[in-house]
């Protein structure tokens, strides 16, 4: 009898060594995992998108009022900074065109006969733009960018200067060059301003300025109160 009793007894654990390893096993379905579809984790996603997002347009409207950036530029330099000014401060552009465009020849400056020279000598010149800069009246602040001809800004924003009015508005000079600076420039262009608001002291960039220089300018006109 005995052997017969540590047969079942081997038989017994045998069975019950199986079922736990079965047991062990088997794949739970009754788990939901939360998917990306969640409305719940939806939330937590763009909550996060919130937070780590930087200046809101809101937040850029605060910091400039309503800004634009205007800009003339023949070979391309001011154009890329001015586009950098626009991203970086979160504002439209618009660029000053001539009706009549310049040449490689016009802006030969080793040329005095050339279209650049005779204008730069001659401070009636006022060449005509082409089209016109729309809700100019809703604009608080204007970066105004252009690049040095001769020691000055070109003619083209006399022109542009004169036909605008500058009530309320805050208007920040910039210009490009090779080795020049800004000059007097800036201050001759305000004492054309219709009615010239506030301009603040102008800053020459280099065709190598980064967006990262251009935030650091904007951060220390903002704390010296200029803007």
């Known amino acids: 009898m005995r052997p017969f009793r540590k047969f079942m007894s081997l038989m017994l654990a045998g069975v019950l060594i199986a079922g736990l390893s079965s047991c062990s096993n088997q794949v739970r379905t009754d788990i939901s995992v939360p998917s990306l579809t969640d409305n719940a984790t939806k ?46 401060a979160g504002c439209p552009s618009y660029e000053i065109v001539a009706a009549k465009p310049y040449t490689a020849d016009d802006l030969n400056y080793n040329n005095k006969k050339s279209r650049a020279a005779k204008e730069q000598n001659d401070a009636s010149a006022r060449p005509e733009i082409s089209g016109s800069i729309t809700d100019w009246s809703s604009y608080d602040t204007v970066f105004l960018g252009y690049p040095i001809w001769f020691a000055k800004s070109p003619r083209i924003l006399c022109t542009f200067v004169e036909s605008q009015d500058f009530t309320g508005k805050t208007v920040i000079p910039f210009c490009t060059s090779g ?16 009615n010239n608001g506030k301009w603040v002291n102008g800053t020459r960039f280099s065709s190598s300025v980064k967006e990262k220089d251009i935030t650091e300018w904007l951060s220390a006109m903002k704390e010296a109160g200029d803007i």
């Open 43 to 88: 939330k937590e996603i763009s909550k996060t998108e919130n937070e780590t997002t930087g200046t809101t347009p809101s937040e850029t409207d605060n910091r400039f009022g309503k800004a634009v950036v205007v800009y003339f530029s023949c070979t391309g330099t001011t154009r890329d900074v001015a586009s950098k000014i626009a991203s970086v």
């Open 179 to 194: 080795s020049s600076g800004i000059g007097n420039s800036a201050e001759e262009l305000k004492a054309l301003a219709k």
